[in-house]
């Protein structure tokens, strides 16, 4: 099953790699991960995504827990919660095409943030899932280049995760 | 008052802060990097420098210092090759948690990255085999980081721990304040266990009709020799150690029943695997001891504990699991069975020793005494009479470490120390240096083969300069045995390159470098030999005992079979 990790991070030069090199050495899957500081600027919150049964989730937070950096970690799976990813898309715009972008990226409440002669660079934001299918609906052959963020996630209501 | 700030470099800062962490022996090998802190060790004498003649024998050296003592054992090398010299070692310790605190030159921090002399991402290369490591990057934060150093190696699930300091770091000055004490807000291990979980664990211990307690090296780690021994003697029940384990309850009492695991005896193993409640004390139900995981204890309800959560069901399942130091677990546990109304099954207890007994019956560890050609298990046997249990025994790894654990019946903690986890050949000379001089009046052996001993050979001039006498058993069978025994076993006996061609003189060789050396080649002789070098004190004596090269270790449970599935030897088959 897919589980969001929420991480709480000493921001440290190496504390990504001892939690990428951690799901490496022990053959746990990453889906997407992302790391940025937070409010605290020593500290760096982390969202992971990764899959397996429930001892194996078990033991992945087990093992980031023992990693001297980190600080806290939440699996989002056992909260009510909220994720997001971003997603920055490159699309061949054609003149006559671009109306029907205009519609698709306003159905799917993104943004055209860049437009040339030729393309429209749009932002969207929402699930995974969301931004798949906006993706679906496109033909392939328009699409240049997709950038996206990888999963942040947080808790709905009172519960906030602090070190 | 404020503290007295003296401004200080950080190579004194470095001796400053050894010398307030308490450490006597510090093991290393010089090098461009690490001069500064060379040129400093020079001028003070609180910690006595260890010149290693190999990076790898300097943190097997510490390691074994450590293991004989419960205190860290101190490194320092040098950059690049020095550092990656240590690995070995720094690994070994690491899948043993084994404290270590490793101190590694790194080139000045202007020209990290720039593929410098000597230069190697010793962060990189430690971190998947290090509790944690550090890079100095400004001499402010020395001090501190050497105390966090031994903090994090010291506590918890113990492990080692690098520090890499680059060049200029150790000529950089600043105010000297070593801490007496350190929390870091994301390093916390728990220390007590949960009362409800402990009284759960309690009701279902003393609910078992078919109990074994099986323990492992966190029961020695945590010191709680002392305490499991109290709570396997109030409960009466059988016990079982792990090879890293031994020791930690007397090997000579009636309640103990062996090692157990691959090579481990069959009335442990088939107790291990027809009991009904399993208790697993600082154990980390590791391949060589479960087998095959499907088959992995069938009847049983397990309670586990552990310092370390991520030990804790990790392989196997647990009913019951308890996190937190071994020692205090074990008393919250004595006190908690005391005041319990119920108490052990005896009738049930009587019928499992019965059982347990027909299975010991069977002598799994017998072998021929009457051989004309030496047999290794006899040299070992005869090396626990005569040192009556109470030596320092260090390891390589193979044959002879096996037959080590099974032969010598260690009845105290701390006495025997070997690679268990990563299974390190070269570990035991220079382990035996470490221990011996933590304790310098102690007998130390060194049991080995002719394989594993070349492997770290050169500290035998350690051993001369530093005068640490000690005594080297070697089983030389002219084969790396284990490889040469699976070779017979699983693979139709095509011994690939397990043959020890052209090997050394052993006697000149152990003369070459200032000692004794012994050549025994009959069985009547060894006792006479092993008496000769035990009076030796004063000297490092090696014993090149040339033994039966067909001898297997035995019993054995083959790779993915299950505990109850052993084999008894080559001739005796279980029915």
């Given at each position: 099953?897919?589980?969001?990790?929420?991480?709480?991070?000493?921001?440290?030069?190496?504390?990504?790699?001892?939690?990428?090199?951690?799901?490496?050495?022990?053959?746990?899957?990453?889906?997407?991960?992302?790391?940025?500081?937070?409010?605290?600027?020593?500290?760096?919150?982390?969202?992971?995504?990764?899959?397996?049964?429930?001892?194996?989730?078990?033991?992945?937070?087990?093992?980031?827990?023992?990693?001297?950096?980190?600080?806290?970690?939440?699996?989002?799976?056992?909260?009510?919660?909220?994720?997001?990813?971003?997603?920055?898309?490159?699309?061949?715009?054609?003149?006559?095409?671009?109306?029907?972008?205009?519609?698709?990226?306003?159905?799917?409440?993104?943004?055209?943030?860049?437009?040339?002669?030729?393309?429209?660079?749009?932002?969207?934001?929402?699930?995974?899932?969301?931004?798949?299918?906006?993706?679906?609906?496109?033909?392939?052959?328009?699409?240049?280049?997709?950038?996206?963020?990888?999963?942040?996630?947080?808790?709905?209501?009172?519960?906030?995760?602090?070190? | 008052?404020?503290?007295?700030?003296?401004?200080?470099?950080?190579?004194?800062?470095?001796?400053?802060?050894?010398?307030?962490?308490?450490?006597?022996?510090?093991?290393?090998?010089?090098?461009?990097?690490?001069?500064?802190?060379?040129?400093?060790?020079?001028?003070?004498?609180?910690?006595?420098?260890?010149?290693?003649?190999?990076?790898?024998?300097?943190?097997?050296?510490?390691?074994?210092?450590?293991?004989?003592?419960?205190?860290?054992?101190?490194?320092?090398?040098?950059?690049?090759?020095?550092?990656?010299?240590?690995?070995?070692?720094?690994?070994?310790?690491?899948?043993?948690?084994?404290?270590?605190?490793?101190?590694?030159?790194?080139?000045?921090?202007?020209?990290?990255?720039?593929?410098?002399?000597?230069?190697?991402?010793?962060?990189?290369?430690?971190?998947?085999?290090?509790?944690?490591?550090?890079?100095?990057?400004?001499?402010?934060?020395?001090?501190?980081?050497?105390?966090?150093?031994?903090?994090?190696?010291?506590?918890?699930?113990?492990?080692?721990?690098?520090?890499?300091?680059?060049?200029?770091?150790?000529?950089?000055?600043?105010?000297?304040?070593?801490?007496?004490?350190?929390?870091?807000?994301?390093?916390?291990?728990?220390?007590?266990?949960?009362?409800?979980?402990?009284?759960?664990?309690?009701?279902?211990?003393?609910?078992?009709?078919?109990?074994?307690?099986?323990?492992?090296?966190?029961?020695?780690?945590?010191?709680?020799?002392?305490?499991?021994?109290?709570?396997?003697?109030?409960?009466?029940?059988?016990?079982?150690?792990?090879?890293?384990?031994?020791?930690?309850?007397?090997?000579?009492?009636?309640?103990?029943?062996?090692?157990?695991?691959m090579h481990?005896?069959?009335?442990?193993?088939?107790?291990?695997?027809?009991?009904?409640?399993?208790?697993?004390?600082?154990?980390?139900?590791?391949?060589?001891?479960?087998?095959?995981?499907?088959?992995?204890?069938?009847?049983?309800?397990?309670?586990?504990?552990?310092?370390?959560?991520?030990?804790?069901?990790?392989?196997?399942?647990?009913?019951?699991?308890?996190?937190?130091?071994?020692?205090?677990?074990?008393?919250?546990?004595?006190?908690?069975?005391?005041?319990?109304?119920?108490?052990?099954?005896?009738?049930?207890?009587?019928?499992?020793?019965?059982?347990?007994?027909?299975?010991?019956?069977?002598?799994?560890?017998?072998?021929?005494?009457?051989?004309?050609?030496?047999?290794?298990?006899?040299?070992?046997?005869?090396?626990?009479?005569?040192?009556?249990?109470?030596?320092?025994?260090?390891?390589?790894?193979?044959?002879?470490?096996?037959?080590?654990?099974?032969?010598?019946?260690?009845?105290?903690?701390?006495?025997?120390?070997?690679?268990?986890?990563?299974?390190?050949?070269?570990?035991?000379?220079?382990?035996?240096?470490?221990?011996?001089?933590?304790?310098?009046?102690?007998?130390?052996?060194?049991?080995?083969?002719?394989?594993?001993?070349?492997?770290?050979?050169?500290?035998?001039?350690?051993?001369?300069?530093?005068?640490?006498?000690?005594?080297?058993?070697?089983?030389?069978?002219?084969?790396?045995?284990?490889?040469?025994q699976?070779?017979?076993f699983?693979?139709?006996?095509?011994?690939?390159?397990?043959?020890?061609?052209?090997?050394?003189?052993?006697?000149?060789?152990?003369?070459?470098?200032?000692?004794?050396?012994?050549?025994?080649?009959?069985?009547?002789?060894?006792?006479?030999?092993?008496?000769?070098?035990?009076?030796?004190?004063?000297?490092?004596?090696?014993?090149?005992?040339?033994?039966?090269?067909?001898?297997n270790v035995y019993p054995m449970i083959a790779?993915?079979?299950?505990?109850?599935?052993m084999h008894l030897s080559?001739?005796?088959?279980?029915?």
């Amino acid at each position: 099953m897919r589980h969001i990790l929420s991480l709480l991070m000493e921001n440290e030069a190496g504390a990504l790699s001892r939690v990428s090199g951690l799901f490496s050495a022990r053959a746990f899957n990453i889906e997407s991960l992302t790391v940025a500081p937070t409010e605290d600027p020593t500290i760096s919150r982390m969202t992971l995504v990764t899959s397996g049964s429930d001892a194996i989730i078990e033991q992945i937070t087990k093992q980031l827990n023992k990693l001297v950096d980190v600080v806290k970690v939440i699996d989002l799976n056992e909260y009510r919660h909220i994720e997001r990813e971003l997603m920055l898309i490159k699309l061949a715009a054609k003149k006559e095409d671009r109306d029907e972008i205009k519609l698709m990226v306003d159905i799917f409440r993104g943004r055209i943030i860049d437009v040339s002669e030729n393309t429209y660079t749009i932002e969207m934001t929402g699930t995974g899932e969301k931004l798949d299918a906006f993706i679906a609906t496109l033909d392939e052959d328009m699409i240049l280049e997709v950038v996206r963020s990888g999963i942040s996630g947080i808790s709905r209501g009172n519960t906030a995760i602090q070190s | 008052m404020a503290k007295k700030r003296e401004l200080l470099r950080g190579a004194e800062i470095f001796c400053r802060a050894l010398k307030d962490e308490g450490v006597k022996h510090l093991f290393g090998y010089p090098g461009g990097a690490v001069l500064h802190i060379y040129d400093e060790l020079y001028k003070q004498d609180a910690v006595e420098h260890i010149l290693v003649r190999h990076e790898q024998g300097a943190t097997h050296a510490a390691d074994g210092y450590a293991r004989a003592t419960g205190k860290p054992g101190v490194v320092l090398v040098t950059s690049g090759p020095g550092a990656t010299n240590a690995v070995t070692g720094i690994a070994t310790a690491y899948m043993d948690s084994i404290p270590l605190v490793v101190f590694t030159g790194q080139v000045p921090t202007q020209v990290i990255g720039n593929d410098a002399f000597q230069e190697v991402d010793a962060i990189g290369i430690t971190r998947p085999c290090v509790k944690h490591n550090f890079l100095v990057k400004n001499v402010k934060d020395l001090a501190i980081t050497i105390k966090k150093a031994f903090y994090i190696a010291t506590t918890g699930r113990p492990g080692p721990v690098v520090v890499d300091i680059p060049k200029d770091i150790t000529a950089d000055t600043c105010e000297y304040d070593y801490p007496d004490t350190i929390t870091l807000r994301s390093y916390r291990p728990v220390a007590k266990g949960n009362l409800w979980q402990m009284k759960k664990a309690a009701q279902l211990i003393l609910s078992a009709k078919k109990p074994m307690i099986y323990t492992g090296g966190g029961v020695i780690l945590s010191a709680a020799s002392g305490e499991l021994t109290e709570f396997t003697r109030l409960l009466g029940y059988p016990i079982t150690n792990t090879l890293m384990g031994l020791g930690a309850f007397p090997a000579t009492d009636k309640q103990f029943i062996g090692m157990l695991g691959m090579h481990g005896t069959y009335e442990a193993n088939m107790g291990m695997h027809y009991c009904d409640v399993l208790i697993a004390i600082g154990a980390r139900f590791d391949d060589r001891v479960t087998g095959d995981l499907e088959k992995f204890c069938p009847y049983a309800k397990i309670v586990q504990i552990d310092v370390d959560p991520a030990s804790i069901a990790k392989n196997v399942p647990v009913d019951i699991p308890i996190v937190g130091d071994v020692k205090n677990v074990l008393t919250d546990l004595i006190d908690l069975l005391k005041n319990s109304n119920d108490k052990p099954d005896a009738k049930a207890l009587k019928a499992w020793w019965q059982q347990v007994h027909d299975w010991a019956a069977l002598d799994c560890l017998q072998f021929d005494r009457s051989s004309q050609v030496i047999k290794p298990q006899y040299v070992i046997e005869k090396l626990w009479e005569l040192t009556q249990g109470d030596a320092y025994v260090t390891s390589d790894v193979g044959q002879h470490q096996m037959w080590a654990a099974q032969f010598y019946k260690f009845d105290k903690p701390r006495r025997w120390i070997n690679s268990g986890g990563l299974g390190t050949m070269g570990f035991g000379l220079p382990a035996a240096m470490g221990v011996k001089l933590a304790f310098p009046d102690e007998t130390v052996v060194c049991i080995t083969g002719e394989a594993s001993l070349v492997m770290c050979i050169q500290e035998l001039s350690t051993c001369l300069q530093y005068e640490t006498p000690i005594k080297i058993i070697s089983l030389n069978n002219r084969y790396m045995g284990m490889v040469r025994q699976w070779q017979e076993f699983f693979y139709s006996g095509r011994y690939s390159n397990s043959y020890m061609e052209a090997l050394p003189d052993f006697v000149k060789m152990a003369e070459s470098y200032g000692h004794v050396g012994l050549r025994i080649e009959e069985t009547s002789a060894v006792e006479g030999a092993l008496k000769e070098a035990l009076a030796l004190e004063e000297r490092t004596v090696l014993v090149d005992f040339v033994t039966d090269q067909t001898e297997n270790v035995y019993p054995m449970i083959a790779a993915g079979k299950g505990q109850h599935e052993m084999h008894l030897s080559t001739d005796r088959e279980l029915a």
